[in-house]
């Protein structure tokens, strides 16, 4: 008795399949490589409004602001990798900045700070 397959019968089945996956891969394309979210929020219905996510939201940005007012304060709070070499005075993070915003995306992310800042301007 012959248990194994021959390659002309493993190519058809194979071929069968791969239109198969194509076809199950348009219906359900999986995670999309775009922003997804970072977090649930568990609580009842009843606690749920329209207007839940925008205030949370909101209540999100404006920590954010106090916590954490520029990229550097976001870096040296999460210890991101080089936080300890960014500067410290309001005008070198300014000037900081300024020099980031102008570089292509390319040549930025050469540049120590990039990952602080990519993030923070997410």
């Known amino acids: 008795m012959n248990l ?3 390659p002309t019968d ?3 089945l194979l ?5 198969a996956n194509v076809a ?4 359900y394309p999986g995670d999309r ?3 997804q979210p970072v977090h649930t929020v568990y609580g009842g219905a009843n606690l749920f409004k329209a207007d839940t996510c925008g205030r949370m939201g909101e209540t999100a940005l404006r920590n954010l ?3 954490a007012p520029n990229f550097v304060e976001l870096a040296r709070v999460l210890e991101l990798a080089g936080h300890e070499h960014l500067p410290t005075s309001e005008k070198d993070i300014h000037d900081l900045t300024d020099y ?5 995306a390319g040549q930025r ?10 993030v923070y301007n997410k």
């Open 33 to 35: 490589p775009d922003r």
């Open 24 to 27: 199950f891969q348009k219906t």
């Open 109 to 118: 992310r050469q540049e120590p700070a990039w990952l602080a800042y990519t």
């Open 100 to 104: 980031l915003d102008r570089l292509p």
């Open 65 to 67: 602001q106090t916590y």
């Open 10 to 12: 493993t190519t058809a």
């Open 15 to 19: 071929d069968q399949l791969g239109v």
């Open 4 to 6: 194994s397959l021959q």
